[in-house]
Structure formats: structure tokens, C-alpha cells
């Protein structure tokens, strides 16, 4: 169909009244004016502590007048004699103003959305999702503690300034603290401190640094400890203007150093969330003790590492004295519990001191808060999984970014078998700690169980770039060797954990990998030497190996007695899952089919996180070969396939966790 003559007449002649009336000039100069406010005010209201509604008046401010400024620069013009109507022209029809009117304000909604863009989500929280505020103010009402909007910051190492070189570890407590701390409060997601400490004394620029941990706000300080007074200077700087948000000295004498951390984690929710209540502030300013000398000795137990047994050690040690000085130190028993927690692997009866160092949290908690959590805890590190699952998320439901509660429940739920659930929690403690190296170690950890070994070997290899000394994903690297039947390749790996890492267990993880591979006269000789020089709570685990390694030469004198000492550590805690597979391979290795079936049975029920391990690992081979575990056997594989396939279609849906 052919239009007429005049059917493009029209916009161009709009476009000619534009240009006679100086509206597009007249737009130039708003917008450029507009961008020099808006920039001036990023930069200053934070640090001078305006509302942290101030920026969201002056963005609304500026793009309302923007649709004004148009209709006002086509109905009036600028003469020698004032400001007067401009005269009627060829387009200046109602229908033209009309078509003005609506082609400045969807110039305005697009406007918007790139104020929105370039100044942070939440300076204009009515267009939609957001993380944090614009530099210089908060993140708005709007941040809800379950809400995708969480404030996004990260908390970097204090830099150790006390001038006595003792008092180094104050940094490091204060540190720790302040983190936590800061994770307690609603609607914000503090990024894991492994991450966080990868950024100690570096050249990066805050950008820099928050563009790498996906933040908003960088918290950067010093801290010292002098004169019987504790000091920390804290500036809280917004990560993509590099602009400085507050900066504040906080000090508090001895007695009340407790109370430094919550000086800060206060002024730091204050400035960025507006809408923060007295009784949200409550979660992060209950003291634990009132004893400074034991507060002390807490916090050097804080600023230890907890990677190396020693430091454990170190650890357990100062916690029991800063117990021992203040009886109702809830922190402090919590903290000890969860030490002990850490022993359990080398020996079972571990547990029953963290369970009672809980127990006894939960006696002294001076607030309902604190016992809560001190029962949470309990139930996590030494009670029933299905509690602690119950527990953990209803946790995490309730606090969604607190990297405990989230750390916890990953553990629980892959200890209880279920690989599905663990996968998704695992993705958003990955999210909320990303340089940790342990997270994606745990993580190709969980690929491996679900048959994923290309996705398994590359979230080890990511751990590995991120920390070549750390001796899990090397380990892991080996073991899967192993399980794959590449025995020799397995010892060229433990050639490498050795060398960069270290291998307290390296007599005993050779002998398994020469048994492996067909040489049982190396397994015996590597075996025998680990009993004879290691305790014998660290080599338990090897006992089956042993046993079999021995059958295999034709060597079984005092393998009867060797197993029985074994049988005695182990099946009084059995109900232990650190301990539980240790117990079955061990009974199935000596010939006691009816103990390992009961094991094996109770094991399989609770679906423990050697579930996998019981189905395909090599070394249980002996059991998976005795009829009395077929019913079992089957149940376990119908399981991890049915969790196999859930992972896999989470993958292949872009939601669970990636590799």
C-alpha cells in the first residue's frame, strides 16, 4: 500500500521546531549539569554524614526536572527583552508538545536507569533489585536480612600498629571479631576472612580489591594495643569510586576492649543501613565476659590459624585458660568446643569434651540469643544430623548470609548424604567467601561423589592456584587417583603433598597406595613403620590395610590381637560418622561379617559422607564382595544415583554449584 506525499513530513518538521527552539541545546546543558551535581554529591554526602536518603532526593531531583527543563525550552525562548513565549512556527501543534512531553519522559526512565547503573543499585531502590547504596549514602530501607539486596561488604586484615611486638595478635583478634560481628547483622553479607586476608598488606586498590570479592563497601583499618587501651582506625571506603563513606578513631580501655569491635560494627550498620533498628543492634553488642584478661587470652586464640594441629593446640590451650579464669565465658566455651570438635578425627573421644564444653555454653549464656546459638552449635559439631540440618537451615532462613550458619549446614547436609542440598548451599558459601581455597576444595569434593571427576579435578585445581601449599586438594588429587585404580600416579602425587605441603600421615598413605598398586611387601613395610613410630589414635584408619596387606604376604602373626586393640578404640564410638567407616572395613578385613553388616546398616541408614566411599571406594572391596551387604549395597547405590541426578539436572539448569 503506498502512503501519501506527506507521511514523513511530519517528523521532520518536529524536529525542526526541536532544533528553532533550542531544546536539544537547552537538554545538553541540563544533563551535563545534572552529572556535575550528581558526582559532587556521591563524593561528599558520605563523609559528611548526610541521611542516607540525601542522594535518592538529588537523583529523583534531577530527572524530574529533566522532562521540565524540555517543556519549558519549547514553550519559551530567551530575547534581548527577557524571557518570553516563543512564537508559533510551522510545528508547533498541540500534537508536537504532546509528542515532546512523552519522548522526555521516556528519555527521563532511561535516564534513570543509568543514574541507577552508574551510581549503585539501591540510589534508586523504586527501579528495581540492588545491592548498596551510592557511595555516600545507605542502602536503603529496603534491605531486608533475607533479601537479594544484602549489602555486600569485606572486612580486611587490621594492620597491626601496637608497638610492643606481643601485642601482634591483637590485629588478628580484632579482626575476627569484627567480622563476626558484622556478619550478625540483618540484611548484610560479610565475605568470608580467608578471602578478605588474601588482600593483607596489598598494593591492590579498593576497586581493585572489591571488584575481585564482589563487595560494595571495603572496611580497611589499623589496630593497637597500648597503654592499657585498645584502639582501632577504621575508614569505610565505597569499593567503586574509591570514595570514603566515614573515617573514625574508636577507642576503649582494657576492661571494656570487648566493646571496640561493636563500637565499629555499630558505626558501620549506622551508615549503611538507615533503616537499622536497636533491636537488630542487639545481635552484635552482647558481652560474653567481663574479665579483660580472659577477653585476652580469647582473642590470641582467635588470631591463630587453624589448619596446622599445633596451632590447634595453641588454640585449645589459651581457650582453657581464658575459661578457666572466667567461668561464664560463654564465647570462650563455644570456641573450645568447637576446638575440641576439630580433635575428633584423630580420636573419638573428642567428642565427648565438646559436646560438655556446649553443654556448658548453653549453662552460662547470659542472654536467650546467646544460648540459642550455644545449642545450635552443640547440635552441629556433636549431635543427630537431622537436628542439625533442622536447625542449620532454619538458621540460614532466618539469617541467609551469616557464613557460620551457612558453613555449618553445607557440612551437615553433605554428611547426611544429601549431595543435592549440599550443592546448593555450597554455591552460596562459595559466593560469600570466593578466594577460600577449602570451599572449592569441598566443593570438588562433592563432584567427585556425584561422578563428576572432570568438575571435581578442576575445582581442586582452582584451590590449588589459590593456595599451592594447602594439603586437602592435593590429597583429594591422589586419593582420586587411587579410587580410579592410577595407583602409581597416585604416589607421584603424594611425591608433590609431601614436598609443598607436608603429609603427617605419608607412611601410611604410601602403604596404601603400594597395596593399591599390587606391592604388599611395600604396603607391610610402610604399614608396620607407621605403628611402631605414630600414635596410635592417628593411624587407626590403616588398620584394614594392614591387615590385608599382611593376608596377602602370608605374615598374619598378631593380626588377632592388632584388630582387637583397633576394635577396642573404635565401636565404643561408633555412633561417631568420623569413625563409622573406619569400623566396618575394619570388621569386614578380620572376617566379622555380622558386626560390619550392623555397622554398615546403621551406617547407611543415617547416610553418612562416606556413603559414596562404602559404594565405590576400592578399599571396600571386601565388604561389597560378602552377601550379607547386598540389601544394603543396593539401597546405598539406588540413593547416590537418585542424589547423582539431581545434581546433575541442578548443573545442567544453571543452579547449583559451578567448577
Same mark, same amino acid.
Given at each position: 500500500?503506498?502512503?501519501?506525499?506527506?507521511?514523513?513530513?511530519?517528523?521532520?518538521?518536529?524536529?525542526?521546531?526541536?532544533?528553532?527552539?533550542?531544546?536539544?541545546?537547552?537538554?545538553?546543558?541540563?544533563?551535563?549539569?545534572?552529572?556535575?551535581?550528581?558526582?559532587?554529591?556521591?563524593?561528599?554526602?558520605?563523609?559528611?554524614?548526610?541521611?542516607?536518603?540525601?542522594?535518592?532526593?538529588?537523583?529523583?531531583?534531577?530527572?524530574?526536572?529533566?522532562?521540565?527543563a524540555a517543556v519549558l525550552a519549547w514553550a519559551f525562548e530567551t530575547t534581548p527583552g527577557g524571557v518570553r513565549?516563543? %512564537?508559533?512556527?510551522?510545528? *508547533?501543534?498541540? +500534537?508536537?508538545? !504532546?509528542? #515532546?512531553?512523552? &519522548?522526555?519522559?521516556?528519555? @527521563? /526512565?532511561?535516564?534513570?536507569?543509568?543514574?541507577?547503573?552508574?551510581?549503585?543499585?539501591?540510589?534508586?531502590?523504586?527501579?528495581?533489585?540492588?545491592?548498596?547504596?551510592?557511595?555516600?549514602?545507605?542502602?536503603?530501607?529496603?534491605?531486608?536480612?533475607?533479601?537479594?539486596?544484602?549489602?555486600?561488604?569485606?572486612?580486611?586484615?587490621?594492620?597491626?600498629?601496637?608497638?610492643?611486638?606481643?601485642?601482634?595478635?591483637?590485629?588478628?583478634?580484632?579482626?575476627?571479631?569484627?567480622?563476626?560481628?558484622?556478619?550478625?547483622?540483618?540484611?548484610?553479607?560479610?565475605?568470608?576472612?580467608?578471602?578478605?586476608?588474601?588482600?593483607?598488606?596489598?598494593?591492590?586498590?579498593?576497586?581493585?580489591?572489591?571488584?575481585?570479592?564482589?563487595?560494595?563497601?571495603?572496611?580497611?583499618?589499623? %589496630?593497637?594495643?597500648?597503654? *592499657?587501651?585498645? +584502639?582501632?582506625? !577504621?575508614? #569505610?571506603?565505597? &569499593?567503586?569510586?574509591?570514595? @570514603? /563513606?566515614?573515617?573514625?578513631?574508636?577507642?576503649?580501655?582494657?576492661?571494656?576492649?570487648?566493646?571496640?569491635?561493636?563500637?565499629?560494627?555499630?558505626?558501620?550498620?549506622?551508615?549503611?543501613?538507615?533503616?537499622?533498628?536497636?533491636?537488630?543492634?542487639?545481635?552484635?553488642?552482647?558481652?560474653?565476659?567481663?574479665?579483660?584478661?580472659?577477653?585476652?587470652?580469647?582473642?590470641?586464640?582467635?588470631?591463630?590459624?587453624?589448619?596446622?594441629?599445633?596451632?590447634?593446640?595453641?588454640?585449645?590451650?589459651?581457650?582453657?585458660?581464658?575459661?578457666?579464669?572466667?567461668?561464664?565465658?560463654?564465647?570462650?566455651?563455644?570456641?573450645?568446643?568447637?576446638?575440641?570438635?576439630?580433635?575428633?578425627?584423630?580420636?573419638?573421644?573428642?567428642?565427648?569434651?565438646?559436646?560438655?564444653?556446649?553443654?556448658?555454653?548453653?549453662?552460662?549464656?547470659? +542472654?536467650?540469643?546467646?544460648?540459642?546459638?550455644?545449642?545450635?552449635?552443640?547440635?552441629?559439631?556433636?549431635?543427630?544430623?537431622?537436628?542439625?540440618?533442622?536447625?542449620?537451615?532454619?538458621?540460614?532462613?532466618?539469617?541467609?548470609?551469616?557464613?557460620?550458619?551457612?558453613?555449618?549446614?553445607?557440612?551437615?547436609?553433605?554428611?547426611?548424604?544429601?549431595?543435592?542440598?549440599?550443592?546448593?548451599?555450597?554455591?552460596?558459601?562459595?559466593?560469600?567467601?570466593?578466594?577460600?581455597?577449602?570451599?572449592?576444595?569441598?566443593?570438588?569434593?562433592?563432584?567427585?561423589?556425584?561422578?563428576?571427576?572432570?568438575?571435581?579435578?578442576?575445582?581442586?585445581?582452582?584451590?590449588?592456584?589459590?593456595?599451592?601449599?594447602?594439603?586437602?586438594?592435593?590429597?583429594?588429587?591422589?586419593?582420586?587417583?587411587?579410587?580410579?585404580?592410577?595407583?602409581?600416579?597416585?604416589?607421584?602425587?603424594?611425591?608433590?603433598?609431601?614436598?609443598?605441603?607436608?603429609?603427617?600421615?605419608?607412611?601410611?598413605?604410601?602403604?596404601?597406595?603400594?597395596?593399591?598398586?599390587?606391592?604388599?611387601?611395600?604396603?607391610?613395610?610402610?604399614?608396620?613403620?607407621?605403628?611402631?613410630?605414630?600414635?596410635?589414635?592417628?593411624?587407626?584408619?590403616?588398620?584394614?590395610?594392614?591387615?590385608?596387606?599382611?593376608?596377602?604376604?602370608?605374615?598374619?602373626?598378631?593380626?588377632?590381637?592388632?584388630?582387637?586393640?583397633?576394635?577396642?578404640?573404635?565401636?565404643?564410638?561408633?555412633?561417631?560418622?568420623?569413625?563409622?567407616?573406619?569400623?566396618?572395613?575394619?570388621?569386614?578385613?578380620?572376617?566379622?561379617?555380622?558386626?560390619?553388616?550392623?555397622?554398615?546398616?546403621?551406617?547407611?541408614?543415617?547416610?553418612g559422607v562416606r556413603l559414596a566411599d562404602v559404594v565405590d571406594d576400592p578399599d571396600f572391596g571386601a565388604v561389597?564382595?560378602?552377601?550379607?551387604?547386598?540389601?544394603?549395597?543396593?539401597?546405598?547405590?539406588?540413593?547416590?544415583?537418585?542424589?547423582?541426578?539431581?545434581?546433575?539436572?541442578?548443573?545442567?539448569?544453571?543452579?547449583?554449584?559451578?567448577?
Open positions: 500500500m503506498t502512503g501519501s506525499p506527506d507521511s514523513g513530513e511530519a517528523p521532520r518538521s518536529f524536529l525542526r521546531e526541536l532544533k528553532r527552539r533550542h531544546v536539544f541545546r537547552v537538554l545538553a546543558v541540563y544533563v551535563a549539569v545534572a552529572l556535575g551535581v550528581l558526582q559532587v554529591a556521591s563524593l561528599t554526602f558520605g563523609p559528611l554524614h548526610l541521611p542516607s536518603w540525601a542522594l535518592t532526593l538529588v537523583v529523583v531531583l534531577a530527572l524530574l526536572g529533566l522532562p521540565v513565549p516563543t %512564537a508559533g512556527g510551522t510545528g *508547533g501543534s498541540w +500534537t508536537h508538545a !504532546a509528542g #515532546l512531553l512523552v &519522548g522526555a519522559v521516556a528519555l @527521563t /526512565v532511561a535516564a534513570g536507569f543509568g543514574a541507577r547503573a552508574w551510581l549503585g543499585a539501591s540510589a534508586l531502590p523504586f527501579l528495581g533489585g540492588g545491592a548498596a547504596a551510592g557511595a555516600g549514602g545507605a542502602a536503603g530501607a529496603g534491605s531486608s536480612p533475607g533479601s537479594s539486596s544484602a549489602i555486600r561488604l569485606a572486612v580486611l586484615p587490621l594492620e597491626n600498629r601496637s608497638p610492643d611486638p606481643k601485642a601482634a595478635y591483637f590485629a588478628g583478634g580484632m579482626t575476627d571479631q569484627l567480622n563476626a560481628a558484622l556478619s550478625d547483622v540483618p540484611g548484610f553479607m560479610v565475605i568470608g576472612q580467608r578471602s578478605a586476608d588474601r588482600f593483607a598488606s596489598s598494593t591492590a586498590t579498593v576497586p581493585q580489591i572489591a571488584d575481585s570479592l564482589g563487595v560494595r563497601y571495603v572496611l580497611e583499618g589499623s %589496630a593497637s594495643l597500648a597503654d *592499657g587501651k585498645g +584502639t582501632i582506625t !577504621a575508614q #569505610l571506603v565505597g &569499593g567503586r569510586g574509591d570514595s @570514603t /563513606v566515614w573515617t573514625k578513631r574508636f577507642q576503649r580501655p582494657a576492661r571494656d576492649i570487648e566493646d571496640l569491635e561493636v563500637d565499629v560494627a555499630r558505626q558501620t550498620a549506622a551508615s549503611l543501613r538507615s533503616s537499622i533498628t536497636e533491636k537488630e543492634l542487639e545481635a552484635v553488642q552482647s558481652r560474653s565476659t567481663h574479665d579483660p584478661v580472659a577477653y585476652d587470652l580469647y582473642l590470641r586464640a582467635m588470631s591463630l590459624p587453624t589448619g596446622d594441629s599445633a596451632d590447634l593446640a595453641r588454640r585449645m590451650e589459651l581457650l582453657r585458660r581464658a575459661v578457666g579464669r572466667d567461668s561464664t565465658f560463654v564465647w570462650g566455651w563455644g570456641r573450645l568446643g568447637e576446638t575440641y570438635s576439630a580433635f575428633s578425627i584423630r580420636s573419638p573421644a573428642w567428642i565427648d569434651s565438646s559436646r560438655a564444653a556446649f553443654t556448658r555454653a548453653v549453662q552460662v549464656a547470659r +542472654t536467650a540469643r546467646m544460648r540459642s546459638v550455644a545449642r545450635e552449635a552443640r547440635v552441629f559439631y556433636t549431635g543427630n544430623l537431622d537436628s542439625a540440618i533442622a536447625i542449620g537451615r532454619r538458621r540460614v532462613a532466618a539469617h541467609p548470609n551469616h557464613p557460620l550458619a551457612l558453613g555449618l549446614l553445607v557440612v551437615a547436609e553433605a554428611k547426611r548424604g544429601h549431595l543435592a542440598a549440599a550443592f546448593r548451599w555450597t554455591r552460596k558459601d562459595r559466593d560469600m567467601d570466593p578466594l577460600d581455597p577449602t570451599i572449592w576444595t569441598g566443593l570438588g569434593e562433592s563432584f567427585q561423589r556425584v561422578g563428576l571427576d572432570e568438575r571435581a579435578e578442576r575445582a581442586w585445581r582452582k584451590a590449588i592456584a589459590l593456595d599451592s601449599t594447602a594439603a586437602r586438594p592435593w590429597a583429594d588429587l591422589r586419593d582420586e587417583r587411587r579410587f580410579a585404580g592410577r595407583c602409581r600416579a597416585g604416589l607421584a602425587l603424594e611425591d608433590t603433598l609431601v614436598a609443598v605441603a607436608g603429609d603427617a600421615r605419608e607412611l601410611e598413605n604410601r602403604g596404601s597406595l603400594y597395596l593399591c598398586a599390587g606391592d604388599a611387601r611395600h604396603a607391610v613395610l610402610l604399614l608396620d613403620s607407621a605403628y611402631r613410630t605414630r600414635p596410635w589414635s592417628d593411624v587407626l584408619g590403616a588398620v584394614p590395610e594392614l591387615v590385608r596387606a599382611r593376608e596377602l604376604t602370608g605374615d598374619t602373626t598378631g593380626l588377632g590381637a592388632l584388630a582387637r586393640r583397633a576394635e577396642a578404640v573404635l565401636w565404643p564410638h561408633a555412633g561417631s560418622s568420623n569413625v563409622y567407616s573406619q569400623s566396618v572395613e575394619l570388621a569386614a578385613a578380620v572376617g566379622d561379617g555380622a558386626t560390619a553388616a550392623k555397622l554398615l546398616r546403621d551406617y547407611m541408614a543415617r547416610g561389597r564382595e560378602d552377601t550379607a551387604f547386598a540389601d544394603a549395597l543396593a539401597r546405598g547405590r539406588a540413593f547416590l544415583a537418585d542424589q547423582r541426578r539431581q545434581v546433575r539436572q541442578m548443573l545442567a539448569q544453571g543452579q547449583g554449584s559451578g567448577g
